[in-house]
């Protein structure tokens, strides 16, 4: 029996051509790549940041701008229902500003038989917040109005000085007298607003911006 001879293995190089065909045994040379410097990724942090913030006050412009609109269209609709309201119980109603929000009223009978103002307790009709400081500058017939807050104003109610709405929406479905309501607010260094008012064909309209402007 011939004896059985085993192979020693032996690592095998990488092997490569010269120019002339020559094979050539040997290692490939390894490519270093480049890192950043600490510099150049302190430099893209920062661009990074820059843009990211200008992101950050475009959307925040944008949401307060579309906020602003939401609660002018809300505040509107309203006003809307509530001269719907009047014409549909047969009662009058009416609303009051002050310098950040509203009250609806009605007129109701006291008890010695005297109609007055009283504010209208309902959660349809009523003033919300809308996570934005809104700001209201009301002017009655061309005339601008001092606006009070709520509390104040009932702390100085009397018989001589009774409630009264600054826009009165009657049972026969007129509006009046001539309104305009500025709702204005801050969005970082520029102020926006929107105006509802009477209008010639509708009772209550929003102005568009250039209009108002």
Not at 123 to 138: A, K, N
């Amino acid at each position: 029996m011939v004896p059985r001879v085993e192979k020693a293995s032996t690592p095998i190089s990488p092997v490569s051509t010269t120019e002339s065909g020559e094979a050539v045994t040997g290692s490939f040379p390894v490519r270093k790549q480049r890192a950043f410097t600490l510099i150049e990724l302190l430099v893209a942090i920062t661009i990074i940041a820059i843009m990211t913030g200008m992101v950050v006050l475009t959307v925040d412009f944008r949401n307060e701008k579309r906020m602003l609109v939401d609660a002018t269209i809300r505040t509107s609709r309203l006003m809307e229902l509530a001269s719907d309201q009047a014409v549909y119980a047969r009662q009058q109603f009416g609303i009051r500003f002050h310098p950040e929000a509203y009250t609806f009223l009605v007129l109701v009978k006291g008890e010695d038989g005297e109609e007055l103002w009283e504010a209208f307790e309902d959660d349809q009709l009523s003033f919300r917040e809308s996570g934005l400081q809104i700001e209201f500058d009301v002017e009655i017939s061309g005339v601008p109005i001092t606006l009070e807050p709520w509390e104040d104003e009932l702390a100085e109610v009397s018989k001589e000085n009774p409630l009264k709405p600054h826009v009165m929406f009657l049972s026969n479905g007129e509006v009046m007298p001539d309104f305009r309501v500025v709702m204005r607010t801050e969005s970082g260094d520029e102020e926006i607003s929107r105006v509802i008012t009477t209008g010639e064909e509708e009772p209550i309209v929003i102005e568009s911006p250039d209009e108002a402007s």
